[in-house]
């Protein structure tokens, strides 16, 4: 009988310690395809972040290094400007991405770093219990804004794609979805590209993924899945912001 559907090579037999329903394993899975894919598991080096994928090193069978609190585009360049012909990314929440590593990947993308970036936006900050991240929308009501996010104070949604997609060192910058079938789809495709961008030398490019954290929203996984189709969506569009490949 054909084998049709197998773990990839590029994932370890560890199981993943995320909450029933999360999207992040999906997330992780469609990047063990494309390395699969595309055969550079051998040259392949990730970045790990803090957040709920903090021991995702354990997943993926790749070498790995640990680089918290926002710090993985740092240490990316460190790693890709000492072995160029590496394929490297990071694998970052929105906690760990877009407050407290605002600056490593503002100046990484502007420095048009040859890395790629995986950004899983859930809106929250989900390992430390469900805090107000930078991505949190307006009203959104979380453990640090129990009253619902104010712009008065909290200041606006930060939108990370389309701010690096303005930077020239910027290559492809998309953003994308696991929350249904067609979404997963276009972000393994997003993936593809990011990791191709990097493979011919042009330049930083990141996949921005809008991802469930149905524990900390409080919501059923079907229920989550279709608050980011009705609503996160809405104030992050998906699409691709730039692609320099063509
Ligand atoms: C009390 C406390 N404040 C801050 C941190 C730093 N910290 C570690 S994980 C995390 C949240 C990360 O959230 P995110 O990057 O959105 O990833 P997620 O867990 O949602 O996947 C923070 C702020 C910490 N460990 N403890």
Request: glycine share 12%.
């Amino acid at each position: 009988m054909a084998l049709i559907f197998d773990r990839p090579a590029c994932l370890t037999p560890a199981p993943f310690t995320y909450c029933p329903g999360c999207g992040h394993g999906v997330v992780h899975r469609l990047l063990a395809e494309i390395i699969d894919e595309l055969g550079i598991q051998d040259r392949t080096i990730g970045m790990a972040s803090i957040g709920c994928s903090v021991f995702n090193y354990r997943n993926f069978d790749i070498d790995m290094l640990s680089c918290p609190h926002g710090r993985a585009p740092a240490c990316a360049t460190g790693v890709k400007r000492v072995h160029p012909d590496a394929f490297v990314f990071t694998y970052q929440g929105d906690g760990d991405l877009a407050a407290i590593g605002t600056a490593e990947i503002l100046h990484a993308a502007n420095r048009g770093e040859k890395i790629t970036v995986v950004f899983v936006n859930n809106a929250i900050y989900g390992m430390t219990g469900g805090q107000m991240a930078p991505t949190t929308l307006l009203g959104g009501k979380t453990t640090t804004s129990p009253a619902g996010r104010e712009a008065d104070g909290a200041g606006h949604p930060l939108h990370v794609a389309e701010l690096l997609a303005t930077l020239p060192g910027v290559v492809f910058a998309a953003r994308s979805g696991v929350h249904n079938p067609a979404s997963i789809h276009k972000t393994r495709g997003h993936l593809k590209k990011a990791a191709q961008a990097q493979l011919a030398g042009k330049g930083f490019s990141i996949v921005e993924v809008l991802a469930n954290c149905n524990m900390n929203w409080g919501m059923e996984p079907d229920e989550s899945n279709r608050w980011i189709e009705t609503t996160l969506s809405k104030e992050f569009p998906l699409g691709v912001f730039k692609d320099g490949q063509v």
